[in-house]
């Protein structure tokens, strides 16, 4: 039977999912913002100027996307194996869809704003293996935020449908963590060989921490085998 109560409609909207999606939107602001941050005075160190400009908006993006959605996967784990409360695993989803909106943002600003402005794309952007990883990545996290309902877990069916959304998200952020990497190889390793910008790229946590999220995975498909 459909709710027909505006104010029982007014306080579904205002209730769990809504608390949910204002963090999730404010872990990728701060996110966003501490990147920005980071960048900007890496450059300094790096560079040695002092220069804020879309670039380093659009490489915030890009490692907020990435945190987020790894986040949004390696809760699985960290509520499996600290026994706290499953109220964790409802948050999976919204910081999984906002990173997939992250990403899209680092997209549109990375392929129309940043030419636009004429400004340079990131360095080793048009590496084709680089492009086909993150666009692939995309289109993963975009069939996911699609089926992130539950017409599409009626339709599938329960276990079909987490099994999707596992797979699908797992593929996705190894292909996320992988478009990094061949982005940004080169300079995590002139980063270990001279230190000279004193910090690395907020690149490289980013991607050890999709590692571990996806270790921290496997940890749980072997620790639910034995039991």
């Known amino acids: 039977m459909k709710n027909t109560d505006p104010k029982n409609r007014t306080n579904a909207r205002s209730g769990p999912g809504r608390g949910l999606w204002v963090r999730a939107w404010a872990a990728s602001a701060v996110s966003v913002a501490f990147g920005c941050a980071y960048f900007f005075v890496r450059q300094h160190f790096k560079d040695g100027i002092w220069r804020f400009d879309l670039t380093l908006v ?24 600290s026994k706290r409360s499953g109220r964790l695993l409802a948050a999976r989803k919204y910081y999984g869809l906002v990173g997939f909106w992250t990403g899209l943002a680092h997209g549109v ?12 794309v ?44 596992s797979y699908a998200g797992y593929a996705g952020l190894v292909l996320a963590a992988g478009h990094a990497a061949l982005l940004k190889w080169a300079s995590w390793t002139k980063y270990f060989r001279t230190f000279g910008s004193v910090l690395p790229s907020l690149s490289l946590p980013a991607v050890l921490f999709a590692a571990a999220a996806v270790l921290l995975r496997l940890a749980v498909w072997i620790s639910r085998g034995r039991k």
Do not use: C, Y
């Not at 659009?58 to 194996?81: E, N, Q, R, W």
């Not at 600003?109 to 340079?120: D, E, I, R, Y």
């Not at 990131?122 to 680089?130: C, F, I, M, N, T």
């Not at 086909?132 to 079909?160: K, Q, T």
């Open 58 to 81: 659009d490489k915030s993006l890009g490692v907020a996307a990435l945190f987020l959605v790894t986040l949004s996967m390696a809760l699985t784990g960290i509520v499996h194996f």
């Open 109 to 120: 600003v990375n392929h129309v704003l940043l030419p636009a402005a004429g400004l340079h």
């Open 122 to 165: 990131e360095a080793g952007a048009e590496d084709p293996l680089a492009e086909a990883a993150g666009l692939a990545a995309l289109a993963l996290f975009a069939l996911m935020a699609v089926a992130s309902n539950a017409g599409a877990a009626a339709s599938l069916g329960p276990g079909r449908w987490r099994r999707f959304l």
